[in-house]
């Protein structure tokens, strides 16, 4: 039995060409910077030209193992953010209408290039006949490999504030130094996603110095996504390979202190490993 869909082809709409295998979104030609939840999003709107896809089965085909809470999140949050690459506005759409407390229609004029879906039986759709098949989320085929690559990297790292490095490298791509931020508060611990398109960081302003919290805004962006709602006394932060999760090392005077692994878009964490409230101790 199949355990991801075999995808192929390409669908075209206005200046986007979303490209089927591989997985990326492409404007006049050039890849667009969109990673994880957001990209796979599109995809199954895309697939359903025209058609509302409702948010109960965006919530079985991409988050099926998540609390409502958490899904009610993560899609919000991943829909934004692909408004916010597209150009696109929820009150006058182009390209993704919402239909208030049922789900999405997707209803840009589009072309169809030798698209070829095929579902493995477990995540078919429930929808009608007749309706095009959903693309199922692939998180759990990465996150061991992600989470074995994380574990080898912060059992010997600690990391340290890098402000300034990340004022040095937008100096030198856009010759001219722009800070990432202007927020109240404290911020720490920056590091982009490995495409660039998107930086996170903790930040303590919403907390009132409380303690900081993982944030994600995309280069260029105003309003930063919060991401975490643990604020800590600590928080370190990297990026995985793929830049479809985050890992974050957490000290927290409350109990929750730790490794843990959350997607870019928010949802659960899963904690992969248990530190004592001391920054530099091990339990």
Sequence with gaps: MADRAEVSGSIRFAPFELVLEPEELRKNGI?????????????VLAS???????????????????SFGDFEHGLNAAVNRLREILGDSAVNPKYIETIPRQGYRF???MEVEDKQVTL?????????????????FRWWWIAVAVAACILIGLACLRVKTRLEEASLLLAIQHLSAVPLTSLPGNVTSPAFSPDGSE???GWDGETNG???????KVIGSENPLRITRHP???????????GRAIAISRVSKEGASGIFLVAPTGGPERKIYSRSSTYGGWE
Excluded: C, M, N
């Excluded at 890849?31 to 995809?43: C, E, N, P, T, Y």
């Excluded at 493995?120 to 199922?136: D, F, M, N, V, Y």
């Excluded at 800590?232 to 793929?242: H, V």
């Design 31 to 43: 890849r667009v910077k969109v990673s994880g939840q957001a990209l796979q999003v599109l995809i």
């Design 48 to 66: 359903e030209p025209g058609r509302l896809v409702t948010r109960e089965h965006l919530r079985k085909v991409l988050w099926p193992a998540t």
């Design 107 to 109: 209803i840009a004029a």
């Design 120 to 136: 493995p039986p477990q995540i078919a759709s429930t929808e009608p006949p007749g309706r095009s098949a959903k693309l199922p």
């Design 199 to 201: 930086v996170a960081f």
């Design 210 to 216: 409380a303690g900081y919290d993982l944030y994600i």
């Design 232 to 242: 800590s006394e600590k928080l370190s932060i990297a990026w995985s390979p793929d």
